[in-house]
T-cell receptor, first 115, second 115 residues
């Protein structure tokens, strides 16, 4: 069964410091991984998708299949980065109803960037 | 481009009652997924709808049911409410080509409290 683990419930850094939010996954197939972010009083938003290999708001994430990890990194944290971050794995399955893709989420890491 | 909308924003019900939550998908999307997010947890997949049919379900009992309409909007129905059903219910829409599902975009959620 697929599983996503975010080992840190809380992460606190100072402005300008590097930040790394950890994500490990367990999946037997070829994974598709995402990072979602939820700012205070806002909806869950897509931040990064590993197949896009892009940098959004200075964040990057590299899929490491050997270590089954998809850590989110930013070299210089900003106060506006304070938010809840969720790592998610997209799982494709076939059943009697057809083909579907579901997201399996980690429990999230609350990042606080202090001034 | 109109984002995913959900109604109502908040709802209070008593144990044993039934509830219907609504979701309008983002323009251009044809697939709707529903997630339950309990306090302190990541979202958990309930089910997904494509072409007005359920095409995948997570580990939720049959009293959780849904509908998708021709305009791709969707409803989540929960019968015989239990206290543990208290949670934030998220709707996510996406485009499924039949071969690949693109990223899922989330609505603001409906917060359900069961007393």
């Amino acid at each position: 069964a697929q599983r996503v683990t975010q080992p840190e419930k809380l992460l606190s850094v100072f402005k300008g410091a590097p930040v790394e939010l950890k994500c490990n996954y367990s999946y037997s197939g070829s994974p598709e991984l995402f990072w979602y972010v939820q700012y205070s009083r806002q909806r869950l938003q897509l931040l990064l998708r590993h197949i896009s290999r892009e940098s959004i708001k200075g964040f990057t994430a590299d899929l490491n299949k050997g270590e089954t990890s998809f850590h989110l990194k930013k070299p210089f944290a900003q106060e506006e980065d304070s938010a809840m971050y969720y790592c998610a794995l997209s799982h494709h399955s076939l059943n009697s109803g057809g083909s579907n893709y579901k997201l399996t989420f980690g429990k999230g890491t609350l990042l606080t960037v202090n001034p | 481009e109109t984002g995913v909308t959900q109604s109502p924003t908040h709802l209070i019900k008593t144990r044993g009652q039934q509830v219907t939550l609504r979701c309008s998908s983002q323009s251009g999307h044809n697939t709707v997924s529903w997630y339950q997010q309990a306090l302190g947890q990541g979202p958990q997949f309930i089910f997904q709808y494509y072409r007005e049919e359920e095409n995948g379900r997570g580990n939720f009992p049959p009293r959780f049911s849904g509908l998708q309409f021709p305009n791709y909007s969707s409803e989540l129905n929960v019968n015989a409410l239990e206290l543990d059903d208290s949670a934030l219910y998220l709707c996510a829409s996406s485009f499924f080509s039949g071969a690949e599902l693109r990223a899922q975009y989330f609505g603001p959620g409906t917060r359900l409290l069961v007393l």
